[in-house]
């Protein structure tokens, strides 16, 4: 009786909702997708990071002109400032520039290298939430990412940039052609469907869950900071380029001891192209298979490897924060997008 | 406030384990031989010289049934690591430190070594020395240091010295030492072995990195709330940093100065505790007074009120 009347004090004062509403947490406000594009629409390419020079981004201009679009180039083009693509004030203002351009219906990031994460922090994103855009790259760009999922709830594309386009479409290797692709595509509306081969170390299962993920790197460097995703009852993947054995070791341990693998749908693993060779004497002894399922193992989710993302030709267009489905079997594995 | 494991006399155990990277046998001699003419007891353990064919100095479960064991061996006074590289991530949430809390002992080391400090301080409330390593003790230029490690053990106050560097923010501060390597302290945000940073002084130093990948790391801190609220700031030794044909055009010194602005705590550059030669013992979760004016001074506070 003690604990009735107490209960009903409580509810007169209107505390039980608030405790209630402590337990569940905020509701996480639902994604916003951004408008697809259709012919005649405006690209907008800048640099966040690395810099890029006029001629570099030339080939991504005519091809993103002969898939219809109309292109802005932002003033951070041919920008240079040591390593960056102009200072963090150009590289702010070019891009929140691009963010608040009610014309500019996708933005382009020209190549990663280091910045976004020097100002991701300084960028307003208020108008973005309003009416968002597709922000479209990888690497570096996955402060974006994470940072647009987290922070803005807001769809983005992951996919090569303005430097992965070939200044001669014709003899360009046609993986590449067809990675590049389908950016057009997604950026189209359509729905992206992947395959990826079979592969021993996978682990067989089916999952539907929102899609997000990136660079490995970049995702531990946002570990402890407002812009790490949360990955429970979603899908995930990853990638990296020129990292040693030991350090990829290290950074899934990040991912692990900071809870990111342990209430995943699906794991995807894409490709770690280059990477640093082992001092011939101590050798690492684990390859990213085994790295990656050591970490794993213990849960039940299913793993996907050798999916087309990472730093090389094979590396496909993939929707951050939209529904997808994941299947690996003995055949290989499909990732689709829910639509 | 961390409790401080008894300081140690003649007779006591040291024990050498290898947590991370592979050592042979042979450069812990020196080790052993100065330990030894200390006064103290040696016991090493199978992960220095094991039988390991890979990085690691033993398998994950080797490397962990050995600091376990020697964290609860009542008459281990003391664990100094071999040698860092990588390694303890892998073990660290295997290891249980109810033994260690109820009678603590010193744990010895740097570099990787990082991630035992910041869990045990985060965690457990004791305090560790900070130091070189048992490889350390083959180097002729570092034995100044390596001697120190004897003093900081029997319970010396310690006093250092620094000269003053153009770019230090004068100041004073008082508050518990924290720190290591920034690679690892980086490694831990988001994870339960993450330092409390709050009122406290951080210490920060690196090796053979990018300069680029310096200022990404930085700015972590930054953006996890690490640099926000410190007593004060010391910047250790970077050494051997690389850089890109596209340069990065600042100096660790810019940065820090640049990602700090907004604070007004004391910050020192150049402070002696670095993967070069010079490496002075510093005791985490111990209170320290940390002065910087025309030079610099880091004191133990009960050194000072003494």
Redo the contacts between chains.
Sequence with gaps: MMERKYFLQLSSLGLIPMAVKAIIGPKKAKLKMPRYLTTGDTIGIACPA??ASKEDVAPAIVALEKWGFTVLVGETIGKR???FGGTDEERTNDFQAMLDNDNVKAIMCATG??GS??II?QLNFTNFKKTPKWIIGFSDITVFHAHLHQVCSVASIHAKMCGSFPKDPTTADPIQINALDTIRKALLGEQLNYQAPSVAMNRVGEAKGELIGGNLKIL?????????PDTAGKILFVEDVSEPL??I???F??LL????LDKLKGLIVGSFTSIKP?TPD????KDVYMIVMEKVGKFNYPVCFDFPVGHQKNNVALKCGVMHELMVNSDGSILREIV | MNRIPPYLKKGDMVGITCPA??MEAKKVKACIKALQQWGFEVMVGKTIGSKS????SGADEERRDELQAMLDDPSIKAIICGRG??GL??II?DINFKKFTKYPKWVIGFSDITVLHAHINRNVGVATLHASMANAFNDPLQEKYVRMIKKALEGEGMRYKVRGNRHNKKGEAKGELVGGNLSLL?????????YKTKGKILFIEDLGEYL??I???L??LK????LKNLAGLIIGGFTDLKD?S?????TVEEMVLRLTTEYDYPICFGFPVSHGVDNVPLKVGVEYVLKVDKDVQLDHLTYVTK
């Design positions: 690395g810099y400032n040591n390593t290298g280091y994460v020097r922090d531990e460097n946002m570990s402890g900071s407002i812009s790490s030991y350090n070791d290290r950074m341990c990040n001891r900071a809870g990111k082992d101590s050798p690492f002894g | 990277g592979y064919n890979t990085y690691f590289g990588y991530s892998r949430d980086v490694h831990l945000l988001g994870t339960d072995s993450a680029y990948h200022d990404r790391m700015l972590q953006r996890a709330g690490v890109n596209r340069v990065f055009g600042e």
